[in-house]
Each structure stands twice: as structure tokens, then as C-alpha cells.
């Protein structure tokens, strides 16, 4: 599964970004669980939010609940992460991944088998 994520840019705090994650040419995208993390210098990758291969199931970490929103739209082989109310902290590298493993697996990086790129999201204060 090829992922291709994209939407990041620069900022201001209290501001909202919208990310999107396609995977091109995959017939089977709904059946996989999707995951964004996020990533910054000197830390691991770290569990940003999760939705179950129908979308009707998301999972969110503390530091970001209530302020990101993810989706799909299986149609597009597209996931999105809506991003509002940005903090200075949100500023990592994003990355979305495809996995077969449901929650509580799928909080962790162990439990994708394929990973986007990456995109740079920067908040300034």
C-alpha cells in the first residue's frame, strides 16, 4: 500500500490545518485501519488518532481530543485529519499509516504495516 499524506504548512496558533492521506491504487482500502502519528526531533513517533476500516470507530490521544477530528472516505481511498485550534506543541511531522490491527493495537506504531512520507506541520505562537 502506497500512502501519500499531504495538507501541512505553517500556522498560527489557534488556527486549523486539514490533512489528507490517499492510498493510490488500492483496491482493499477499507479493509484497513488507518492511523495518523505525529513525530518530533529527538522523540518517538507518537499516536496522534485512529478510525476503524467502516469509519464508524475513531480513537483519539488526550493531548489532541476535541480538537482533531479523523475520517475517510473509502470511495477516495482517503483519510483526513481536521486539525483545529492548533497549539504551538502540535508542531511535528504527521504520518499516516494502514494496518490490519484494531484498537487497542492500532494506538500504537507496532500495529501498521504501512507508512506515508510524512508532513511537516508547524505552529507558531
Known amino acids: 500500500v502506497q500512502l501519500q499524506a499531504s495538507g501541512g504548512g505553517s500556522v498560527q496558533a489557534g488556527g486549523s490545518l486539514r490533512l489528507s492521506c490517499a492510498a493510490r491504487?488500492?483496491?482493499?482500502?477499507?479493509?484497513?485501519?488507518m492511523g495518523w502519528f505525529r513525530k518530533v526531533p529527538g522523540k518517538e513517533r507518537e499516536f496522534t488518532a485512529t478510525?476503524?476500516?467502516?469509519?464508524?470507530?475513531?480513537y483519539y490521544a488526550d493531548s489532541v481530543k476535541g480538537r482533531f477530528t479523523v475520517s475517510r472516505d473509502n470511495a477516495k481511498n482517503t483519510v483526513y485529519l481536521q486539525m483545529n485550534s492548533l497549539k504551538p506543541e502540535d508542531t511535528a511531522v504527521y504520518y499516516c499509516?494502514?494496518?490490519?490491527?484494531?484498537?487497542?493495537?492500532?494506538?500504537?506504531?507496532?500495529?501498521?504495516?504501512?507508512w506515508g512520507q510524512g508532513t511537516q506541520v508547524t505552529v507558531s505562537s
Open positions: 478510525i476503524s476500516r467502516s469509519g464508524t470507530a475513531t
Open positions: 499509516a494502514a494496518g490490519s490491527r484494531g484498537a487497542p493495537r492500532s494506538y500504537f506504531t507496532s500495529g501498521y504495516d504501512y
Open positions: 491504487s488500492e483496491r482493499f482500502f477499507s479493509t484497513y485501519v
